[in-house]
């Protein structure tokens, strides 16, 4: 697209990705039935029967990593996605009206899929 530098961006995207797949990694794994899917990674208990303490916490860890992993998981998402604009050469052009994305809003969200106009659409 004409006015940004894309290679500039898709680098940002690579680079933030690295770094959102590597936080999946430390709540979540990937999905054995899904590739493409994260679940949240079970605290390791002892083989011993735990106390109900111990019990508690693992549940409310897992719960915490569940709700972190959601997050992480759609933001992984949206930078795969745009990644595929990149390659499909629609990168930079809002899904909404076609017209280009305001340089400054890639730079602050580099996966942005409309202009500052139709960001609550």
């Known amino acids: 697209m004409a006015g940004i530098n894309v290679k500039l961006f898709e ?4 680079s933030e990705l690295a770094t959102v797949e590597k ?4 709540v979540g794994r990937k999905s054995p039935s899904n590739a493409a899917d994260w679940e949240a990674k079970p ?3 002892d083989i011993v029967p735990a106390d109900p303490n111990e019990v508690a916490d693992s549940i409310e860890s897992y719960e915490e990593n569940t709700a972190i992993l959601k997050q992480l ?3 992984f998402n949206e930078l795969k996605a745009a990644l595929g604009r990149i390659k499909e050469g629609t990168y930079g052009l809002c899904e909404v009206d076609g017209k280009p994305i305001e ?3 890639l730079m602050a969200n580099p996966a942005a899929t409309t202009c500052l106009k139709h960001v609550n659409k």
């Open 103 to 105: 340089p400054r809003r």
């Open 11 to 14: 680098e940002k995207i690579r």
């Open 73 to 75: 998981e759609i933001r």
């Open 23 to 26: 936080e999946l990694t430390s």
């Open 43 to 45: 605290d390791a208990m």
